[in-house]
């Protein structure tokens, strides 16, 4: 079963550009891993220092494993300095209707 990912990311005040180029570059890994069937960021209307990363995986174990192979790059590391607090994910399986994305 498919599953959406939502992780939510704060900058610290005032690096929310900063933040939102390096996430932006980040997805077009991210799209080419195994399972992903789609991922885009948002920016927080309310919050100019909050990014919204939305994915789509065919599984959530394809998403773990790509959140292994982020860990074993470093990636987390390399924006903790900008972030104001822990990054906050969840995951959400469709209750009913149709999911955004064909499939």
């Not at 891993?33 to 948002?42: D, H, I, L, P, Q």
């Not at 100019?48 to 773990?64: K, M």
């Amino acid at each position: 079963m498919s599953v959406l990912v939502i992780l939510e990311v704060t900058a610290q005040e005032g690096r929310g550009p900063e933040l939102r180029e390096i996430v932006v570059a980040m997805l077009a890994a991210t799209r080419e891993r195994a399972g992903c069937r789609g991922a885009g960021a948002y920016l927080d209307a309310e919050r100019p220092d909050t990014v919204v990363v939305v994915e789509e995986w065919a599984a959530r174990a394809d998403h773990e494993a790509y959140v292994a192979w982020r860990a074993e790059q470093g990636d987390p590391e390399g924006i903790g300095a900008l972030l104001a607090g822990a990054p906050a994910t969840r995951y959400l399986e469709l209750a009913g209707g149709a999911p955004l994305t064909a499939a």
